[in-house]
């Protein structure tokens, strides 16, 4: 009995030693090739669920599609001449996105194939890693918006902080009123828009994009829109700003990677 | 063989809690392995193999390293003294509050060894959300985890 108690004595006291020493030091080194034989499993599981789930989803999908597309089709029709202005405009648009994107260091796209381990860090895998071009730090975002950055990479997968983690953070501003701040996840699916003076005027709806000053996310990227303002005090000397991000994590498929 | 054994089970946990969640919460699947160690092999091994699990987590989360193997650690001790120990005598209905509460209890440890010397992972609310929801989602797992004697 006294040896059991003394063994579990050991083990708090050098658990409370080694979580200090990382306070003070930094988090030490992981398993990296566990963690890379857990992400190719990962990664097969993934695609054989898939591969299972596909031709039932296919088939119950098939006769709501039938329907919808009959209807669809003669909905079509009729807008078909409507929509050759809009054609044309599209296409316009479609090379001003090339050169968006030519701007914003295009790297690859990516499949989210799951979540990270731990149960409190907001992390998520991707398929690809080193050699597609991925490197730590690197912006992540979707069509949508900003939905994080890389912060371990292995030759095939890559781990993202989603931009709701408690440890993301990022150089914005508001799109409107060009106020500067800073965005901080929350744990939650809400994140926190702080050092917002009072003197600034900040609406609800108000929309917030990367100011691109941190250096590490480029500039204009949306974030998300401001979802409550409490300028009660509650924030302290600045404003209290919840902004909720455009791209929401459960719904997070494939991403592309930027520079 | 029986390392083996359960060398597969914790790397089936980690694989699913990658994979699986329920309204938004992965199930805590590993603390049910640190739980089956404690009483099925008594609290020295129940400890150690908390401790390996948690130290595998804790590295494959990219944080700090020690939280979850305090936590599994704990809870692989305190399983065998709960129910093994001569404190209670095992019943389905036992093994569905222990988990539960060693779930919240692992939670509880881990949370607040986060916070003492990282961050706090989350807010109060949603701490509090995940931590309930993940006692729920193991506690049935409680009901057919009984000890080598339980009769």
Redesign the interface.
């Known amino acids: 009995m006294l040896r ?1 108690k003394a ?2 004595l050991i ?2 006291i050098a ?2 030693i ?3 020493y ?2 003070k030091k930094g ?5 990296t090739s ?2 890379a034989l ?1 992400q190719t ?2 990664h097969a ?2 695609s054989v669920t898939d591969s299972l789930s596909r031709p039932f989803r296919t088939m119950a999908l098939r006769e709501e599609d039938n329907t919808r597309l009959r209807k669809r089709v003669d909905q079509l029709l009729l807008e078909q001449s409507a929509n050759q202005e809009a054609t044309l405009e599209n296409k316009r648009l479609k090379d001003l996105l090339k050169l968006r994107d030519t701007h914003r260091n295009y790297i690859t796209a990516a499949r989210v194939i ?8 907001h ?1 998520l ?1 991707l398929d690809k890693g080193l050699k597609d071009g991925i490197v730590r730090d690197m912006t992540v975002m979707t069509p949508l918006g900003l939905a994080g950055k890389i ?2 990479v292995s030759e095939s997968y890559a ?1 993202m902080l989603w931009i709701s983690d ?2 993301f953070s990022a150089a914005v501003r508001t799109r409107e009123g060009r106020h500067e701040a800073v965005l901080s996840g ?3 699916r809400l994140c926190l828009l702080k050092y917002m003076p009072y003197e600034e005027e900040v609406k609800p709806g108000d929309v917030v994009i990367t100011s691109g000053f941190d250096a590490f996310f480029p500039p204009g990227i949306p974030v998300g829109y401001v979802s409550k303002i409490d300028t009660r005090g509650i924030g302290g000397n600045f404003q209290y700003i919840e902004i909720t991000p455009f791209q929401d994590a ?1 719904k997070l498929e494939e991403v592309i990677i930027v520079r | 063989m029986r390392y083996a054994a359960w060398l597969l089970a914790a790397f089936c946990a980690l694989l699913l809690q990658g994979r699986v969640s329920v309204l938004g919460i992965v199930p805590n699947l590993t603390v049910l392995l640190a739980f089956y160690a404690g009483i099925r092999y008594g609290a020295n091994q129940g400890l150690l193999a908390g401790l390996l699990i948690g130290f595998v987590e804790d590295s494959l989360s990219g944080s700090l390293i020690g939280p979850n193997m305090l936590a599994k650690g704990l809870v692989g001790y305190v399983a065998a003294f709960f129910i093994t120990g001569g404190l209670f005598r095992w019943t389905p209905l036992l093994g569905v509050f222990s988990v539960s509460a060693l779930t919240l209890a692992g939670n509880i440890v881990t949370v607040l060894a986060k916070t003492l010397f990282d961050k706090m992972p989350g807010s109060i609310a949603s701490i509090i959300f995940i931590s309930v929801m993940q006692a729920l989602l193991n506690a049935m797992a409680g009901a057919f985890m009984r000890p080598e004697h339980a009769d």
Request: aromatic share 4%; glycine share 12%.
């Open positions: 059991k063994l579990l083990v708090i658990a409370f080694l979580m200090t990382q306070g988090t030490i080194g992981s398993l566990l963690n857990l499993a990962q599981v993934s799951s979540r990270g381990i731990g149960h409190w860090e992390t895998v912060t371990s781990t408690i440890n929350t744990g939650s459960a």
